[in-house]
């Protein structure tokens, strides 16, 4: 629907006499006006965008913050021109790292990844800053800088020991995602196998000792069972750095409703994502199937250009359907309706995607989801919440439970050894 309505509206402006142009005409304007408006006076905090790992991997200058210049257009989804057309106030830059790497290595890599995120926010002093709480992100919004946050996506980086965990908040992450797709030796992911029916004792003692240092608990890419226990378990509220409604997309990685239901009394925030397959079935359908055939043709083709060159002939005879920025705001209707106005916020992952909603091409395209929402009948009041500020008290909620368990409790030096009663590394 949106992607046609504006054309006809254009037509209609074009064709017709002023008298007879239908009274609405203007309508998509004025609810942008306001959307710009209304995002002038209130931070707008964004879950998710994977620019480190576009920039560790980009191509001629991996890990090259400096040659990844966000002064001029970048390739991808993200820059500095953007950011400020799409009026993003607020940035949980993802400082994800991938849960298949064969061998040891993963803090490694993570701690390369905060080197990334760190250097990049350092290179653009008059428009990026680091925030580490709430007050930081504030602060940073009244100095005209982007606040950029931290956010640690797989458990896996913490290698099993809550040491680790607690160095890099020291680092600076303010979430860390349980798990990525790959189920780790305490948490269960959506995308793989159940080996722990959610939680071990090791994984509850994570999200206790992340509730004493004032670190989100994430929630995206876990199992339901793993949403469930930590919400047991957690003091603090919980986020969904970005997911949907699986209600309306049945998709492992989206969030029941069951689940949604659970977090007036914890706090937390939702964050609703932009990523295709999760907003919409039909992509979702389209996106199993290409699934299946890269599969297939793994197992029946040996060389990887010609798999590449197949591939791109079933893509061609088989072109992915839409998802639209309407179906976005449906999962945001939604996780309103169920979990609350005080518990939805955005997490669009930009730069971790390859296919975009169309309306929400990139980070410049914020503004017109708030226009959708305002033509809906969402509220300024609302709309705030949603933007930044259920997300503002959620990490105000967060860092006050932190400093009372930090004076109730120790460190923990508890190993997953003890807990679980797994044999030691050797
Ligand atoms: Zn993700």
Do not use: C
């Not at 400096?66 to 106030?89: E, F, I, N």
């Not at 199993?288 to 010609?306: H, I, N, Q």
């Amino acid at each position: 629907m949106s992607a046609i309505r504006p054309v006809v509206l254009l037509s209609l402006l074009f064709t017709s006499l002023a008298m007879t142009t239908p009274a609405d005409a203007q309508a998509p304007d004025a609810a942008l006006a306001h959307a710009r408006a209304l995002l002038r006076s209130t931070p707008l905090i964004d879950g998710h965008n994977d620019l480190p790992w576009e920039i560790r991997r980009a191509e001629g200058h991996p890990l090259d913050v400096a040659a990844y210049d966000l002064r001029a257009p970048s390739p991808k989804h993200t820059d500095l021109a953007r950011l400020q057309r799409g009026q993003v106030a607020g940035q949980f830059w993802s400082i994800y790292i991938d849960g298949e790497m064969k061998d040891s290595g993963y803090a490694r890599v993570q701690l390369e990844q905060f080197d990334i995120a760190r250097r990049m926010i350092a290179r653009y002093p008059d428009r990026l800053a680091l925030a580490l709480t709430a007050d930081d992100i504030e602060q940073s919004v009244k100095r005209g800088r982007l606040a950029s946050l931290l956010g640690m996506e797989g458990g896996h980086a913490i290698e099993n020991s809550l040491g680790v965990l607690r160095s890099y908040y020291a680092l600076g992450a303010r979430y860390m995602t349980l798990t990525h797709n790959v189920t780790l030796d305490w948490a269960d992911a959506a995308l793989d196998s159940a080996r722990h029916h959610g939680l071990t004792e090791f994984g509850r003692a994570v999200v206790r000792e992340m509730n004493r240092l004032g670190m989100f608990v994430d929630l995206s890419h876990v199992s339901p069972a793993v949403m469930s226990q930590a919400l047991d378990v957690s003091e603090a509220p919980v986020i969904f750095s970005h997911s949907a409604a699986r209600a309306l997309v049945d998709h492992p990685r989206n969030v029941p409703d069951s689940i949604l239901a659970r977090l007036p009394k914890n706090g937390g925030v939702v964050m609703v994502t932009f990523v295709p397959q999760f907003v919409s079935t039909e992509f979702k359908v389209w996106e199993d199937s290409a699934d299946a055939e890269r599969k297939g043709l793994r197992t029946t083709v040996a060389d990887s250009a010609e798999r590449r060159r197949q591939m791109d002939a079933w893509e061609a005879a088989h072109p992915a359907p839409d998802a639209t920025l309407a179906q976005v705001a449906d999962h945001i209707d939604h996780v309103r309706q169920v979990a609350g106005v005080d518990h939805v916020g955005i997490g669009s992952d930009f730069d971790g995607i390859d296919n975009v909603p169309v309306g929400l091409e990139d980070v410049s395209k914020f503004p017109d989801l708030f226009a959708e929402l305002i033509r809906r009948g969402w509220s300024d009041a609302d709309l705030k919440k949603l933007a930044g500020q259920n997300l503002l008290r959620a990490m105000r909620q967060a860092e006050r439970t932190a400093a009372r368990l930090q004076r109730e409790r120790e460190p923990s030096t508890r190993t997953i050894e003890e807990l679980d009663g797994r044999r030691p590394a050797t």
